[in-house]
């Protein structure tokens, strides 16, 4: 278990308004389990509650019983703070931290904080306060507005921590959309995220937050550990979704991971610095996809069309529309399956320009698929000499094994 053996600090603290941050003291007496501070931005917009900061510390000792502490109660008696174990920071957007545990003789290299939006910020700031040599820090979509720009003073960057990485999904929006870490993971671009809603017309957390939040998500089924979420060294999204970054060779073939892995399992020394990781996602728990290349050559076509692909395992379905011209024959294109390759069994082209394009039959010369990264080169699956009449479909079964 990742988690096991490890101290796990938790700080609660709330919305960040100069002179309301207040430390709850009156909870600290006794070892009763602290209320999570649950008031809402709304609630405090209507009501102006007060502002409760609090921070909160959970062990295997007190997995379902927070303990509250402030800056003394952390080394007395019945506190269950244990310096010589690795420590969690978890920083929440819009907020505030002051670092109270790193003066109680704990080892700078064993802390890793985790921040969230802003959180991610403020978790670099304190790394600059200790001039770098905290172990790690992670930043959950680090907040872009105001800090793409910033020096690096001023906002997350790989000389506030031992490792610092990155998970970006909403770089377009509440995130930051330049690397910010030694490795920085875009998932699915980074800007926009599947099965988020695209229309103001839906709920305000699916069209609102929902690419920003994410990256929490994500990280939540990466501490799971039920798959691998690894990322892809690219220079950009384009060049990745063209095919064209298909190994971990800068990392010896170790591709990083999202999660608590040592240094993202970078095993390669010295580590790189801002260096931009592509990954797709399925739009659910656990996110985890499998990258898979489709390889598509035609005859040159008089006008242009377009085919739509489609790769079939069990009942899951992924489909993807390859726009032709009549300048390539030759297109590639990377989809994100639920299975492995070798669980495809059967692989469809629809010739679906019947209503906007007027090529009519589209020969194909050949559709080849291919999963990445590898650790086995394997030759690509492919199927040869196709011709697909104008609004038709053409499938078929492909008869693989899987020798995992
Ligand atoms: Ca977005």
């Known amino acids: 278990m990742l988690w096991e053996c490890k ?16 430390a709850s003291d009156e909870r600290q007496q006794d070892n009763h389990c602290a209320d999570l501070n649950n008031i809402t931005w709304r609630e405090y917009q209507q009501q102006r509650v007060r502002l409760n900061v609090q921070y909160l510390l959970l062990t295997r000792k007190n997995m379902d019983c927070p303990q509250a502490f402030n800056e003394t109660s952390l080394t007395m008696e019945n506190s269950y703070f244990n310096p010589s174990r690795p420590t969690k920071v978890i920083i929440h957007g819009y907020s505030y931290v002051r670092v109270t545990a790193a003066n109680h003789g704990c080892r700078l290299q064993s802390f890793h904080f985790i921040g969230v939006s802003l959180g991610a910020h403020v978790a670099g700031f304190v790394g600059t306060l200790f001039e770098g040599k905290i172990g790690r820090i992670t930043g959950l979509d680090p907040a872009g507005p105001m800090f793409k720009g910033a020096d690096t003073y001023s906002r997350l960057d790989p000389s506030d921590a031992q490792f610092v990485d990155a998970i970006h999904t909403d770089s377009d929006y509440f995130g930051i959309s330049i690397p910010v870490g030694h490795v920085d993971f875009f998932l699915n671009g980074g800007k926009d995220q599947i099965g988020c809603a695209r229309s103001r017309f839906d709920s305000m957390y699916s069209y609102v937050i929902c690419d920003h939040m994410r990256a929490l998500d994500v990280y939540m089924s990466a501490l799971n550990g039920s798959c691998p979420l690894m990322g892809i060294p690219c220079s950009n999204y384009e060049d990745f979704l063209k095919g064209r970054c298909m190994d971990c060779d800068i990392f010896r073939g170790k591709c990083p991971v999202i999660g608590l892995s040592e240094n ?8 790189p610095k801002e260096q931009t990781l592509f990954l797709l996602t399925t739009s659910s728990q656990p996110y985890c996809a499998h990258h898979i290349l489709v390889e598509l050559e035609v005859s040159k076509l008089d006008k242009s069309a377009e085919i739509e692909v489609t790769l079939t395992a069990d009942i899951l379905e992924t489909k993807q529309i390859l726009r032709l011209q009549t300048d390539t024959t030759v297109y ?16 469809r082209l629809t010739n679906t320009g019947a209503r906007f394009y007027r090529q009519a039959e589209i020969h194909v010369k050949s559709v080849c698929v291919t999963e990445f990264p590898s650790l086995r080169r394997k030759d690509p699956v492919c199927v040869n000499n196709i011709n697909i009449k104008r609004g038709a479909r053409w499938s078929h079964d492909l008869v693989q094994l899987c020798d995992f």
């Not at 993202?264 to 580590?271: K, L, Q, W, Y």
């Not at 994100?336 to 069994?345: D, G, L, M, R, V």
């Open 332 to 347: 590639r294109t990377v989809m994100a399956h639920s299975t492995p390759q070798c669980e495809i069994s059967s692989i």
């Open 7 to 22: 101290t796990f600090l938790f700080c609660v603290l709330s919305v960040y308004i100069t002179s309301l941050v207040v």
């Open 264 to 271: 993202s399992g970078i095993s390669i020394s010295p580590i």
